[in-house]
């Protein structure tokens, strides 16, 4: 296993990241095949296993916690957040303090090797940027004590935002963690938030290294294209070499939802292996392809203020689905959920979009699938209309 060093710490370069563990047939965290996870990660070198007060409806955090109670706490570095990005208007907010230690209480420690502020964005700032809500001074008393041994925060913010946070709190700020792929090096100007934080001294930690699997799987002449040219390497650890083509993160942190996939991780992450310049010209050209679909990475965010109860990444799984193939598996999926489920019952109220880390327009996007669903048009359809009144839209600004 690949390390790198933080402060006094050794890291494994990669982390067990906890937001979409295995379940059973009820949808409960299988804990059996989650212990067998842990065990297979920390036999393989695996140090760093993160969670948050969100994961699986509060769940993830015990789960972890029991799995990793079975070896010895110096063996191994937890990290958990602070859901400050849930603190929204007309919402009683989370007291920092209750919160903090129920997170303590639920993974079975004593203290976190890492605390992260988490979902730091635009909408977020509303609460975090306000000094008034003093939970920076409780964090960092919980760090004088010990209990926090290294204070970060997570950010799905545009650059602007970043630098915000920054200018406000980067002085206590230890670590980042923020969305870093071949496809959001550009899309979500990844790039441009690396040198904001190469500037500020602050280590880059990785979320969504292969975008919540979007980045996984793709069609088979492009797979072909890839194993051609690394027929030794399966297609999501071309998102992870890439990284170690970029200037190298300090941990990249994998979502992993089965043995096999920590397996095939493992073997990446045995040795250095960055990609040439033909590799990266392909890469380029499949985050061209990607980008024309609804970038959902799966995360949830949007699901818990929903009025109406709707899975919205479900239903984006769906268009998306639409999007490519037109299946009529998918439609058939669709015409199984409940009617109050689908894609027309949204009101559109607009929570959902305030909470995406993506900045998808969520109701827009589920008006649309509610239109294919029901026939009216078709996907290739529906964007013609759209590129036409952009273009009518961009004209009119010049006259």
Not at 159 to 169: H, I, K
Not at 222 to 234: K, Q, V, Y
């Amino acid at each position: 296993m690949l390390t790198h060093s933080f402060q006094d710490l050794q890291l494994s370069a990669l982390g067990f990241g906890t937001m979409r563990l295995p379940t059973d047939e009820s949808g409960e965290i299988d804990q059996a095949q989650l212990d067998r996870m842990v065990d297979t990660a920390i036999a393989s070198g695996i140090n760093y296993f993160d969670t948050a007060y969100p994961y699986h409806g509060g769940k993830s955090e015990i789960a972890v916690g029991k799995a990793l109670s079975r070896y010895p706490r110096e063996s191994w570095y937890l990290a958990d957040k602070f859901p400050g990005h849930q603190n929204v208007p007309g919402v009683t907010p989370l007291d920092p303090e209750e919160v903090f230690e129920d997170q303590l209480k639920k993974c079975g420690v004593d203290y976190f090797d890492f605390y992260l502020l988490h979902n730091v964005n635009e909408s977020s700032l509303r609460y975090y940027g306000n000094p008034e809500n003093r939970f920076m001074d409780f964090f960092l008393e919980q760090k004088r004590k010990g209990r926090i041994r290294h204070l970060g925060f997570s950010c799905h913010a545009a650059a602007e935002a970043l630098s915000d946070f920054l200018n406000l709190y980067g002085q206590y700020m230890e670590f980042c963690q923020i969305q870093l792929n071949y496809l959001d090096w550009t899309l979500q100007n990844a790039e441009k938030k690396c040198a904001i934080l190469k500037q500020a001294g602050i280590p880059v930690w990785v979320m969504e290294p292969v975008r919540g699997g979007k980045l996984a799987s793709f069609d088979a002449e492009t797979e072909a294209r890839m194993r051609a040219l690394r027929p030794d390497e399966s297609i999501p650890a071309w998102g992870f070499r890439w990284l170690q083509t970029v200037p190298q993160p300090t941990m990249v942190l994998s979502g992993m939802s089965n043995l096999e996939q920590m397996q095939d991780n493992i073997r990446t992450f045995s040795d250095l292996k960055p990609l040439n310049n033909e590799e990266q010209a392909l890469l380029k050209e499949i985050a061209g392809k990607v980008a024309k679909f609804i970038p959902c990475t799966g995360c949830r965010y949007c699901c818990a203020g929903c009025p109406m109860g709707l899975d919205i990444p479900t239903l984006l799984s769906m268009a998306n689905d639409m999007a490519i193939h037109n299946s009529m598996n998918t439609v058939a999926r669709y015409g199984g959920l409940e009617k109050e489920k689908r894609a027309d019952a949204c009101i559109g109220c607009g929570q959902c979009a305030e909470a995406c880390p993506q900045k998808i327009n969520v109701p827009e996007e589920l008006h649309k699938l509610s239109v294919i669903m029901a026939g009216q048009k078709t996907w290739d359809e529906i964007c013609r209309e759209r590129a036409e009144a952009a273009a009518l839209a961009k004209n009119s600004s010049r006259s």
